[in-house]
T-cell receptor
Framework: GQSLEQPSEVTAVEGAIVQINCTYQ??????LSWYQQHDGGAPTFLSY????GLEETGRFSSFLSRSDSYGYLLLQELQMKDSASYFC??????????????FGKGTTLSVSS | ETGVTQTPRHLVMGMTNKKSLKCEQH?????MYWYKQSAKKPLELMFV???????ENNSVPSRFSPECPNSSHLFLHLHTLQPEDSALYLC????????????FGQGTRLTVV
């Protein structure tokens, strides 16, 4: 089966750096992505890693190690508006030659002043 | 506006009612998904349609019936639901083999009474 693990909650202060880890078990893996969801809103795409290494997009970076089935999202220069839930998601190919996304339980990030 | 539109945004229905949720995407994607998001639980994949064919059904009860008449539209038909089916139902779309970037609608908040 498919499974992902990430911490349930993380707290930090404005200006700090926070790392949210994600470990996964899946067959047919082809990529790891991260989504942000504010209360009452839809998840929005943040970043995607198909290959090992670091991808940087502004204040957010994402890392993947396929051999370790591990990735993380790094948020720098935290702002109050970064308070949200963050989900890692694994893309995989299923037996019927389709593709699908499965999401972790989400990490609630609380940023305080 | 994410390019994925869901209607209605809110729905209250009795356990004997029949209703349908609608999702429409204007992004030219060829895969569409239904997810369920309950309080304190991860995003649960319900159905995946790839090139208008259902390729994944994660053991969803038969009281949920999906329909994908074309690549732009996805429905979720509901009948004889239970109170525990109350949740946020999210539709998403993506491009097959286009990475794991999925675009979500704003969701339908369903309450079963």
């Amino acid at each position: 089966g498919q499974s992902l693990e990430q911490p349930s909650e993380v707290t930090a202060v404005e200006g700090a750096i926070v790392q949210i880890n994600c470990t996964y078990q899946t067959s047919g893996f082809y990529g790891l992505s991260w989504y942000q969801q504010h209360d009452g809103g839809a998840p929005t795409f943040l970043s995607y890693n198909a290959l090992d290494g670091l991808e940087e997009t502004g204040r957010f970076s994402s890392f993947l190690s396929r051999s370790d089935s591990y990735g993380y999202l790094l948020l720098q220069e935290l702002q109050m508006k970064d308070s949200a839930s963050y989900f890692c998601a694994v893309g995989y190919r299923n037996n019927q030659a389709g593709t699908a996304l499965i999401f972790g339980k989400g990490t609630t990030l609380s940023v305080s002043s | 506006e994410t390019g994925v539109t869901q209607t209605p945004r809110h729905l209250v229905m009795g356990m004997t009612n029949k209703k349908s949720l609608k999702c429409e995407q204007h992004l030219g994607h060829n895969a569409m998904y239904w997810y369920k998001q309950s309080a304190k639980k991860p995003l649960e994949l319900m159905f995946v349609y790839s090139l208008e064919e259902r390729v994944e059904n994660n053991s969803v009860p038969s009281r949920f019936s999906p329909e994908c008449p074309n690549s732009s539209h996805l429905f979720l038909h509901l009948h004889t639901l239970q109170p525990e089916d109350s949740a946020l139902y999210l539709c998403a779309s993506s491009q097959l083999d286009g990475g794991t970037e999925a675009f979500f609608g704003q969701g339908t908040r369903l309450t079963v009474v």
